[in-house]
């Protein structure tokens, strides 16, 4: 019984680390980044679509706003990259 209970929490914490490597997704299609523009002085969170990453600037156009294009940005203030080169209109995010 002793070694019982000294097994069965360490199977649970082996078994609990495997299974948390077991749902990741390595795949970039459809990738969709979660960025931020800036309108305003503000930042704003808009979902973009930068699915081939390159070194071109990942922009986007917003309905309504005279500054187009917007350079779509992450948390930390470095622009998203986006292979594509097309530039696509959103609604704004305000």
Do not use: H, W
């Not at 808009?46 to 917007?70: F, H």
């Amino acid at each position: 019984m002793f070694k019982l209970k000294f097994v069965l929490p360490m199977l649970a914490f082996v078994l609990a680390i495997g299974m948390s490597f077991a749902f990741v997704n390595a795949t970039d299609e459809n990738y969709y980044a979660s960025g931020f523009v800036e309108i305003d002085g503000e930042p704003y969170s808009v979902e973009v679509n930068c699915d081939n990453p390159s070194t071109i600037t990942c922009q986007v156009n917003i309905q309504g706003l005279p500054n187009n294009p917007y350079t779509v940005t992450d948390a930390l203030g470095a622009p998203l990259l986006n292979g594509t080169g097309t530039i696509k209109t959103i609604p704004d995010p305000r």
